[in-house]
């Protein structure tokens, strides 16, 4: 079967395009990296991709807020591509500074299916410094396509505005229809690392949100960051455990997986 064509965005400080482009064609896809003027200028179509990806970075040095530059310029020149997109029913996945933009470009949550009106922000972190670290996400919704047989896992968030923010009556409609995807809690990487839960104080302790129809997704943590085994931060420890109960190593880490099931989606 052919294999599904994936745009990675890029320009003005979008930064992991090669992290997400790799993870994409390492889970079976075949993935393109693309500068926005490309579409801009018509050089190429939207239309011709099947997954639409928005990778972390500093989009415009995130001067007038995190992902707000970058969103403003995709509503001002392909709103009605993506909208297209949209109703093709294809999947569109942001990561980081990608979350962000989806946020700001009212992507994300998008309640009622009504897109382009901004319901949430992902403001300064509460300890106000940029953050990097592994956090442990435990999976909510349990019907989007990106998070398929995903119940939890452990991946790096690295960010400075991270800390989701929505009204109560905006939190509310989103936790009733069941639009959370991630949540941080407590788990093995958290305890390991003697850290909170939460990395940056977001409400809900939400770390990725989707849309209504599940198939557009925004994460804060960074999944490209945890691809291999060896990229884990206990990796030496979880080694010897694997050795010790006589289990093969893994080669690759919990990350993959969404990737994967973004590509499994066209198959």
Not at 122 to 146: A, C
Not at 200 to 216: P, Y
Request: glycine share 10%; aromatic share 12%; with cysteine.
């Amino acid at each position: 079967m052919k294999k599904p064509r994936i745009l990675i965005l890029s320009g003005y400080g979008l930064n992991s395009e090669e992290e997400t482009k790799f993870a994409f064609d390492v889970a079976g896809g075949n993935a393109e990296i693309v500068h926005i003027n490309d579409f801009i200028s018509k050089k190429k179509k939207l239309s011709d991709y099947q997954i639409f990806a928005i990778p972390g970075g500093f989009a415009y040095g995130d001067d007038t807020g995190a992902g707000n530059g970058y969103a403003n310029r995709l509503r001002n020149h392909l709103w009605k591509d993506i909208i297209q997109f949209i109703n093709e029913g294809k999947l569109i996945i942001g990561i980081c500074n990608g979350f962000q933009v989806l946020a700001n470009l009212g992507l994300l949550p998008a309640l009622n299916l009504k897109y382009g009106e901004r319901e949430l922000g992902l403001m300064p972190n509460e300890i106000p410094r940029y953050t990097v670290r592994f956090v442990d996400l435990k999976t909510e919704n349990k019907k989007s396509p990106w998070l398929k047989d995903i119940k939890s896992l452990s991946i790096p968030i690295s960010n400075g505005e991270g800390k989701l923010y929505a009204t109560e009556k905006t939190l509310k409609e989103i936790k009733a229809k069941n639009l959370v995807a991630f949540r941080y809690y407590k788990g093995k990487m958290s305890n390991y690392l003697n850290l909170p839960a939460s990395p940056n104080g977001s409400i809900d302790d939400i770390a990725g949100i989707n849309d209504e129809t599940g198939r557009i997704l925004g994460l804060m943590p960074h999944p490209e960051r945890a691809m291999f085994f060896t990229q884990l931060p206990n990796w030496p420890y979880l080694k010897e455990e694997y050795l010790r109960t006589g289990k093969k190593l893994p080669k690759f880490g919990p990350g993959l997986q969404i990737f994967k099931n973004g590509v499994n989606y066209f198959k």
